[in-house]
């Protein structure tokens, strides 16, 4: 009698299930990409410590081969209501066991990348997003400086008017990952996950006319004071993002990788600290076809303790640096459309370090930028090559400035578009910074992680791009990028012999690829 009870309460639960299903429209989309491509992405080719030893910097393969895909699943009970759960599969080295692209295949680095809900107010205009999901703050010319990224997340928008309209949304980038039993990281007061949360909340009125859109937009934060303290965290580990750089004036605390000649960290008191960020993106398309951008941007990070450094590597000559950083950022796009293709002109200005350790750093903090006017040192193009060293060397901007050209979508080919870009990267961080760091080789350190090589105001690079996509059918496109990256580091200002500081023997980078793209 109990089975025959629970067989029919099993079917019953199917035929409501199987009825209330045929009310929801499931639908897939899908991205693969398969990346090839020769390149040496490094700045230096050698590095020599101080016993003179001497070691190749880039000891990766030349050639590399990888694949990655995104299936994204929506159900849809109406416009009001949705859900939505996205698949990352890669990326994966061909080869590579730690990926599962070894033979046999065993199917690794599977992930989660999206899990939301979409659902509307009934009978408003307010529209809400929950759950782990992409995000960008506001930009304009270039891409955010500030944030770009996915993660758990709840954003609302409604529109006030026709032209009008509001965005909050309150991200929780951290919480629980600080562990008080690791003893590098434990200065025995505070207990596991406590005071470790970052919450960052923002607010942005789009504003959107006839020819004219503009988007005022700020973000505060508040990090607890062992929100910077795990491993992941300080290690530059994160699958994306890294805060231990793009929030404090340390360049990058991983042992043996240079930066700031740190030699002793200082506690805090306080509990949390602010950050606050905001943005001006202007785009004016009312004197068609003349395009024109305009993104204005400024960061802080209030002071969570302060370090010690060491002056040209003299223990006998210690300094004490603030954790404090704050400054700002312009960025411009000018383009003109032509029947064959879109040339332009962009340009940008960051503020730099002012070489005063004491008052903090003044290059413009980020918490996970991706700026994308050039596609080697920035994000442009898929900003995803066959290596994870082909691309984004460089996607803050913070202190550096550059001004550059670009010939955009040409095409003289049916179904075959070209994008050419040379950009010139200078530096606004001041000479007198070098007597701080840890070897003569620090610049190259935040390379590939966000922040970039550390640029003064002797040095420089030429960016040269080189995009071509061939559209073989609706669905699937054929990408060949060449990208090269002339070197004009100042041997001057990084190789004085501040004492045992080392050396290094500087080279242009270079890469070339192809990827091939399938999306439904």
């Known amino acids: 009698m109990k089975k025959t009870a629970a067989l029919l309460l099993a079917l019953a ?94 199917g690794k680095m599977v992930k989660l990348r999206q899990a939301y809900i979409d659902w509307a107010m009934p009978n408003t205009s307010i529209r809400t997003r929950m759950g782990l999901q992409n995000f960008a703050l506001p930009y304009a010319a270039g891409g955010s400086a500030v944030f770009d990224l996915r993660g758990a997340a709840i954003n609302t928008h409604v529109d006030l008017t026709e032209n009008v309209g509001l965005t909050a949304m309150w991200f929780r980038p951290f919480n629980d990952n600080y562990d008080a039993s690791l003893e590098e990281y434990r200065d025995g007061s505070d207990p596991s996950n406590y005071l470790d949360n970052m919450d960052l ?53 991983q042992s043996g990788h240079g930066g700031l000649n740190v030699v002793s960290y200082g506690g805090t008191s306080k509990t949390y600290g602010s950050m606050f960020w905001a943005g001006l993106p202007i785009k004016v398309t009312l004197a068609e076809p003349w395009n024109f951008e305009l993104d204005l941007n400024y960061g802080f990070v209030e002071a969570m303790g302060r370090y010690d450094v060491m002056v040209r590597n003299n223990p006998d000559d210690i300094r004490r640096g603030s954790t404090q950083r704050q400054g700002w950022l312009a960025k411009a796009l000018v383009e003109y459309k032509m029947d064959w293709g879109v040339p332009g002109i962009f340009g940008w200005y960051a503020s730099g370090d002012d070489g005063n350790v004491k008052n903090g750093s003044e290059r413009m903090p980020s918490v996970c930028p991706y700026t994308f006017m050039t596609s080697f040192m920035g994000d442009g193009n898929l900003g995803w090559g066959p290596s994870a060293d082909y691309l984004d060397l460089n996607v803050s901007m913070a202190g550096t400035w550059g001004v550059g050209l670009q010939l955009r979508d040409m095409s003289f080919i049916e179904d075959l578009t070209h994008t050419f870009r040379v950009a010139w990267w200078g530096g606004t961080n001041s000479p007198s910074m070098v007597k701080y760091m840890n070897n003569a080789y620090a610049w190259e350190s935040t390379s590939n992680l966000f922040d970039g090589p550390y640029l003064t105001t002797n040095d420089g690079l030429l960016e040269f791009n080189l995009v071509n996509v061939y559209k073989v059918y609706e669905n699937f496109d054929i990408n060949l990028e060449l990208g090269y990256i002339a070197n004009f580091m100042d041997n001057d200002t990084w190789k004085k012999d501040y004492r045992d500081w080392g050396s290094y023997e500087k080279q242009d980078a270079w890469k070339a690829q192809v990827i091939f793209t399938y999306q439904f």
């Open 13 to 106: 639960a199917g035929l409501f299930l199987a009825q209330d299903s045929q009310a929801i429209d499931f639908s897939v989309k899908g991205k693969w990409n398969m990346g090839f491509g020769v390149a040496d992405p490094y700045l230096t080719k050698h590095h020599k410590d101080a016993s003179g030893r001497k070691s190749k910097t880039n000891t990766q393969d030349t050639f590399a081969a990888r694949q990655r895909l995104f299936l994204q699943l929506d159900a849809t009970a109406s416009e009001e209501l949705s859900g939505t759960v996205q698949f990352f599969i890669g990326p994966q080295k061909w080869g590579f066991a730690g990926q599962g692209g070894a033979l046999g295949a065993d």
């Open 201 to 253: 909340f923002t607010l942005s009125v789009p504003l959107n006319f006839d020819g004219v859109s503009i988007t005022p937009w700020a973000m505060y934060g508040m990090q607890g004071r062992n929100a910077g303290r795990f491993p992941d965290y300080r290690n530059n580990e994160l699958a994306d993002g890294a805060p231990a750089i793009t929030l404090t004036p340390f360049l990058n605390a």
